[in-house]
């Protein structure tokens, strides 16, 4: 078993907040009392815990609507029944009641990527008689999503939503959630608007004149240098709130690689199996054995909860001050307070997997390494995921069970085509806005609103990951840690025994090459 990784970050900075007096005013919280919010995303990840926060944090608000597209048979509202049965609400359920809540948050029924966003007529005058604030999150976060849904979803939705924010009466604040990983093509991102890659109006046109199939046949010639739709979409979509800023109070905000909640409601919780944490998966199942990547590159993440406690302090700060007195971009990055190399990732993910949460199942004892050279790699690949995967696949379909292994190397194999771009470049993110915004906070306000350094224990951090991945994500019960703590100690033992066998298998190889007569 590996020895316990030692990480280290200086302290100098990090989060201390003073006494905090009980009659210090939430000013945030105020900013948003008696209000009525729209919200698009609200069933996404990042949605979510935006929503629970709101609810947690800024009871005082009047009315959250969400548009919410009927799905599997289910209506709009029932699907935010749906939605708070998840473990994130269970917190503010017990604090507010859950019919309160249901009383409080209403379905919009509508789509972004229909015409008028699909509202109803009725609908809309709600909206336009009674919304004040906006917050636009709903995207395609597919990397690999086809350029034209990607268009239709990512761009030609943002101007959709800027169209209806034209039309509300009582408009305070309207917030599109972009990216901080949208402008590739610059290493150094200020907090101010780029110019798109192309015309954003002409790029919808095109692709509402031309079929799925036209587009994939041009898509690599329109993205050029940008590694995929999502960045290409998401800069257009921001062209489009910046043409804005003169009519509405629109403010762009870039939060970077969003992972798992740090501290509330639930430490570790997260929805799907993007970024660290499905790498973790992936490793920690033993199927993932090699990684082009610089390893000591690092990426900015940020977890769930601290972005979204960043875009409620900037909300607060525009509708008080007004957008004319404030910056209209602001940026949620960690970089420029802590840095984790993705090598740290890996060793770090790696030990928490075999001596403190292992998952159940793991098809070969987590190994490998970080490779610098594509074709070491891809050797690596075809010997150590792929060999394995076929030949495990042939005993299922000998044993008459479905194969498995080839279809999970399969999407890991287009997953990495993704990451490895990322993984391979670093970025550096300015986050001026942040650091004004945290002088600006009451003691109380700092307390329920972290965005500053926070002293991260990363061991303690990615043990709530796993955990909240096995329990929400792989279906697997805290009581089978044993288990596989007994599962994960054999492999090791198959693990060693095999590289001996092959170690042995060469040596004596070359004894009969080299010295048998």
Not at 128 to 155: G, K, Q, W
Not at 340 to 346: C, K, L, P, Q, T
Not at 424 to 447: C, G, Q, T
């Amino acid at each position: 078993m590996s020895t316990k990784p030692k990480f280290t970050f200086e302290k100098e900075g990090t989060l201390t907040i003073g006494h905090v007096d009980e009659n210090e005013i939430d000013r945030v919280a105020e900013s948003f009392k008696g209000r009525s919010l729209f919200i698009t995303g609200g069933t996404g990840f990042l949605g979510k815990v935006l929503v629970e926060k709101l609810l947690r944090s800024c009871g005082g608000l009047k009315r959250i609507y969400l548009l919410i597209r009927p799905k599997k048979g289910k209506d709009s509202q029932e699907r935010i029944k749906d939605i708070f049965q998840n473990v994130l609400f269970d917190q503010v359920k017990q604090m507010r009641g859950e019919q309160h809540i249901l009383n409080q948050v209403v379905a919009i029924a509508g789509d972004v990527m229909l015409p008028g966003l699909g509202i109803s007529e009725k609908d809309l005058e709600t909206l336009r008689n009674e919304v004040s604030i906006v917050y636009h999150c709903a995207a395609t976060v597919r990397f690999d999503e086809p350029l034209r849904n990607a268009v239709f979803m990512n761009t030609r939705g943002t101007k959709y939503m800027l169209e209806l924010a034209g039309t509300l009466k009582h408009l305070d604040f309207f917030a599109y959630c972009s990216t901080a990983y949208c402008h590739l093509h610059v290493k150094t991102l200020y907090e101010k608007p780029y110019d798109p890659p192309a015309n954003p109006h002409q790029v919808i046109q095109a692709c509402e004149w031309l079929t799925d199939e036209e587009v994939s046949l041009i898509e690599r010639k329109i993205l050029g240098d940008i590694p995929n739709t999502y960045a290409y979409t998401k800069s257009l979509a921001e062209a489009l709130v910046v043409e804005k800023f003169s009519e509405l109070p629109a403010v762009i905000l870039r939060p970077s690689i969003v992972i798992p909640i740090w501290k509330e409601p639930i430490p570790g919780w997260t929805d799907n199996i993007n970024g660290p944490t499905g790498l973790l998966i992936g490793a920690g199942k033993g199927v993932i054995r090699t990684m082009y990547c610089n390893s000591s590159g690092y990426g900015d993440f940020l977890p769930v909860d601290v972005a979204v406690n960043g875009i409620l302090v900037a909300s607060w700060r525009n509708i008080t001050a007004g957008t004319d007195h404030t910056n209209r971009v602001a940026h949620m990055t960690s970089s420029n307070d802590i840095k984790v190399s993705w090598a740290e990732i890996i060793e770090l993910g790696r030990w928490v997997i075999e001596n403190k949460v292992p998952l159940n199942g793991v098809a070969w004892y987590p190994g490998g390494s970080m490779k610098s050279n594509y074709y070491i790699h891809y050797i690596c690949m075809v010997l150590f995921q792929w060999l394995p995967a076929l030949f495990v696949d042939a005993l299922l379909l000998l044993f008459r069970y479905p194969p498995v292994l080839c279809r999970v190397q399969n999407r890991i194999t287009k997953g990495f085509e993704v990451f490895e771009y990322y993984a391979n470049n670093v970025w550096s993110f300015d986050n001026s806005e942040a650091v004004k915004l945290r002088k600006l906070m009451n003691n109380k306000e700092r307390k329920t609103y972290v965005i500053e350094k926070i002293d991260l224990d990363l061991i303690d951090y990615f043990t709530n990951c796993v955990l909240c991945a096995r329990r929400l994500i792989l279906k697997e019960s805290d009581e089978s840690i044993p288990a596989a703590k007994r599962h994960m100690k054999i492999m090791w033992f198959v693990d060693k025994l095999f590289k001996c066998m092959w170690l042995f298998g060469i040596l004596y190889m070359l004894y009969r090459c080299f010295f048998a007569s």
